[in-house]
């Protein structure tokens, strides 16, 4: 390994090994860390963390931090830290099936928040002070600037903020990936805030480096290793049906003249139905595509490479093994077409607002007036999080929620009496798809929201269920504005936690 | 009644009678009116159209309309129309008791959604053509222009986009009013939206009047009739006791360096505890406010005159009889320090989250997580509607919402083990205030929440049972992330139904 990605000769003499640069974290500390979806995490400090920690265990004494990234991570990270019970409270989302269980077992403190309200809620002071950043670029500059690697998320405000600071310097990153990077440092407190200089999604408004206080640089450690990636997985029929239904609706939607012959900035969250959602739409005859998005994963690197989207602004990655080969190769290719932001301005209302961005988001359940439970199984063990969507929902010209509209073979519907969870409420929510149709609850009163809901978009194994539901909410609830039976409103889940299925 | 108000010679020809002017309005359009809390809706026209509709529904033949407002109107308008039942659908929100009666007899339907999506969503289509405007202004100049009265609400979108326009000149409001409004003419529909080059809550961005093509002004109707007006209510010793909780707070985060010695812009619900908030700001000690609201009642007027509040933007009015004839006596002195703009741009998530305000707003309920219910009592029976509420929670500097703790004498409890239903989220709800207390819920993971909601904000009478909710749901739920226990978690609402009482 060679120190080339290091030229700045003051940091080179802070090279140390993950295992010291851990032991530069104490118990209790507030650590930020990078990583969004996987990707631009740092690679080995939280492991050798996670080893410090089991090794504090082992003596009988206590061990925890609190721990921020952008968004997800990796085994690593989240998945090391949590196995090793190091986590006293994470936020702002995360993934990992380990610290997931610790979370819903109530061993781990986990705030879900709204990705565009991460950065300035920790400026507020709402989250107190963050002893620790550790934060993965892919080089350092003669100057000291830091080159961002494969997720720009947080990475600005933790390092302003952190009072002391660990770079993870990626080999394993593309060199040339350094210009892709546009970092707004135009932010500010209120009451000095101004409008963010920003029109279109391709609009470069900042520079392409982070910087940072080489002061506040406690360890340098260099790594080589692979973002997370998951193997793409075939399009199911499921997905195809779903992006079929949304497309043709976008398509109507632009012969009615509602929407421009090239749509609106796309965004799109992380999965197998967005993805098919692209597939759909590099067959779909639209051209001039553009997106502004949180995170890019194949489909988008598709779309790209066709021409049928122009460009794409992200905060981050989501890749498989293939894709990212194919990124790495073109990285030239695709920093001509790529913008990466922080996830204060990807996220960020003001901006979601202005370019009317479509926002298609997956769900865990939607209930006949067109509430979306996004994170909640059974309204109290939390999936992942909220992430990014509620951003987009409230925000953007249109929201769009996609699901199957059954689950755990059949025993789950999608659509529900009454969601167990609120994430994003029928006031946000204009349109629902599942694989047997789409709902369109633009302009529509409850009442009729629920007969979009449930004739387009449950499934008939469970439409007469719903229907039943429904028709006698209507003759007996207390109010028939919004018609609801209350002791059976949540029984579905009931009787999934009961029997195994919500089947009456 | 002079013709002095109306300076345009092309438009004094067009004066008729609110008869004949309702006349022009066919069954089955969609009629677009002024109008916001009771202010600045048109006074004459509504009536007669009541009438009209009474006359042909007396003929055995169907008449109704598909109505749009700002935001509340008065009996004059959504009393007369909801009473003749001449109201087929009702949108975006609403406070008439006869209206609200026939919502919830499923007879009227009404869709209750962000004061800030409003415009935007009409000029996307998401609603329809607009046939008819009928809008209060306090003068027609000479040269066309509408001088706005005392709400500017949706005017704007409607006068541009309705078809046929019906103008009433109401010469109750003070002539001196001209000069207050700021109408902003640079909005645009994505993907040619620009930043909003407002950055304080005083600035003018726009024009004093309202722009309409004369060639579709159909009627000009004379009127002579004061706004609705509710009388100041003495402060309840809650609502001071609610008010002084939140004023503690709110100099606590100043004392923190949290918030600037002037806080940032107060947006404030309508009602007595706003007004009790505001009569307490007065004596806070506090000084250099400021309020980008959407509603000014009396206490942001008292506060104006004395001084404590520097200026205040907002798009309409709902005083006092008392508080009004000071706001007409001394329409300069108020003309000076008040702007008002449409409600696009007071609620606009640009500005508020630009400008950081802090968000003051009622609620029927909210649950031990911190999920607020602003619209439906018992899950199922509009109150009123969300309003602006959204709009300032969720991109706005903090999110508070004040209650008492238990209303109808104490058989309802407003902290609940689940809402009935959602209208803020866990992720958009900081502060909970009521008379017993505050929580603090900014950075706390939901059982933690939990505990700070219980503790300091539930009524004594209601504490006990609502511990033995969360202590159970934390032993025996589902996942530990949220405890909850889904047959319990609606039944205090319907023990409410069955008995009159949430009491175990």
Known sequence: MSVERILDARLRDRIVSAEQAAALIQPGETVAMS??????????????????????????????????????????????????????????????????????????????????????????????????????????????????????GNNKTW??????????????????????????????????????????????????????DPDKIVAVVRTNGPDRNSPFKPIDEDSRLIAGHLIEFLKHEVAKGRLPHNLLP??????????????????????????????????????????????????????????????????????????????????????VRRLGCIGMNGMIEVDIYGNVNSTHVMGSRIMNGIGGSGDFTRNGFLSTFLSPSMAKGGSISAIVPMVSHVDHTEHDVSIIVTEQGLADLRGLPPRARARQVIDNCAHPGYRDQLNDYFDRACRDSYGKHTPHLLPEALSWHQRYIDTGSMKA
Chains 1, 2 share one sequence.
């Open 35 to 152: 990583g969004f979806t996987g990707s631009g995490y740092p690679k080995a400090v939280p492991m050798a963390l996670a080893k410090r920690i089991e090794d504090v265990h082992a003596q009988g004494l206590p061990f925890q931090i609190k721990l921020m990234t952008g968004a997800s991570t990796a085994p690593e990270l989240d998945g090391a830290l949590a196995k090793a019970d190091g986590i006293a409270m994470r936020m702002p989302f995360q993934t990992d099936p380990d610290a997931r269980k610790r979370i819903n077992d109530g061993k781990l403190d986990y705030i879900d928040i709204h990705l565009s309200h991460v950065a300035q809620h920790v400026w507020f002071g709402f989250y107190g002070e963050i002893d620790t950043a550790v934060v993965e670029v892919s080089a350092i500059r003669a100057d000291g600037a830091l080159v961002p690697s494969t997720s720009v």
């Open 159 to 212: 390092l302003d903020l952190a009072k002391k600071v660990i770079i993870e310097v990626n080999e394993w990153q593309p060199a040339d990936i350094e210009g892709m990077h546009d970092i707004y440092y135009g932010t500010a407190l209120p009451p000095h805030r101004k409008p963010i200089p920003l029109i279109h999604a391709n609009d470069r408004i900042g520079q392409t480096t982070l910087d940072v």
């Open 266 to 351: 796309l965004q799109s969250g992380v999965g197998n139905i967005p993805n098919a959602v692209l597939a759909g739409l590099a067959d779909s005859g639209l051209r001039g595509l553009s997106a502004f998005t949180e995170v890019i994963q194949d489909g988008m690197l598709d779309l790209l490479k066709s021409g049928v989207l122009e460009y794409a602004s992200c905060t981050g990655f989501a890749l498989s093994p293939e894709a990212n080969e194919e990124f790495k190769r073109n990285i030239r290719f695709y920093r001509d077409r790529i913008i990466m932001r922080t996830q204060e301005m990807s996220n960020h209302p003001e901006l």
